[in-house]
């Protein structure tokens, strides 16, 4: 019987990419996260610039909105996603200095979010039916084993990248790097990724970002983080940009 299990184990068909990025969208997630944030901007002369942030969201990040503590010039902006299934995602920026919410429209995903690497497209989800997955040969990060998964944007999902080749950890189902294609083709971001883990979760506590065009470089690092805490959905709410949370 053992030879039996070995032998039919040996002829199972390899998960193809969209089971792969499906077992990746499906991964046991919080109901809601609370963080203190860092980022840490550097230009390519090394000069650096620290943001500092609170950020709450639910539902898998499809809710979240961000506050800025310092530095002193930025503290009160804030920002609002809530990610739709059905029609384009809502973001939001209140810029206190001006008086005024601005709207991110979809054609404005590709910008780039604070002066950071990251753009609004990467603060936000991909819908799996949104995209094309390629399984491509797996290949390991640091000695962690890894599933490598290509994967190529519908028309539909608006996106400003062509591709991304992402590097996902079998045990955890967490990807730890990606490369990022621009509309040329040409190799944008490459981004790492490092969790912890808080309860039954694996929590992202580190994300690097660097632009490979530019030579500058993000990173964000996560502290405090709490999570099902029983946060309001009400929370995310235009008004609330607004109303600076305490520390």
């Known amino acids: 019987m053992r030879y039996l299990v070995i032998f ?48 709450k969201s639910m539902d898998g990040n499809k809710k979240q909105i961000i506050w800025f503590l310092e530095p ?67 290949n390991p990060v640091n000695g962690i084993d890894c599933y490598v998964l290509e994967t190529i944007p519908k028309k539909e999902a608006k996106s400003s990248y062509t591709k991304h080749v992402s590097w996902i950890a079998k045990s955890t189902l967490t990807a730890l790097k990606e490369h990022s294609f621009g509309k040329r083709g040409t190799l944008q971001k490459e981004k790492e990724f490092r969790y912890g883990q808080v309860g039954e979760y694996q929590v992202i506590n580190r994300v690097f970002v660097k632009d490979k065009q530019n030579q ?17 959905e009400n929370l995310f709410h235009e008004k609330n940009l607004k109303r600076l949370p305490r520390e």
């Open 72 to 138: 002193k010039d930025d503290k009160g902006v804030a920002f609002l996603k809530i990610e739709h299934d059905d029609k384009d995602d809502e973001m939001r920026m209140w810029l206190p200095a001006f008086k005024k919410v601005r709207r991110i429209s979809s054609k404005k995903k590709g910008d780039a979010f604070m002066g950071s690497d990251l753009s609004y497209e990467d603060l936000s989800s991909r819908e799996l039916n949104e995209n094309e997955y390629t399984r491509m040969e797996d």
């Open 8 to 55: 039919l184990i040996g002829v199972l068909p390899a998960q193809s990419g969209y089971e792969i990025a499906k077992m990746v969208d499906e991964r046991l997630a919080p109901r809601d996260l609370t963080n203190k944030t860092n980022m840490v901007l550097t230009n390519s002369r090394g000069k650096t610039r620290t943001h500092t942030m609170i950020s």
């Open 216 to 232: 500058h470089s993000t990173e964000v690092l996560f502290s405090d983080i709490k999570v099902d805490t029983g946060m309001d």
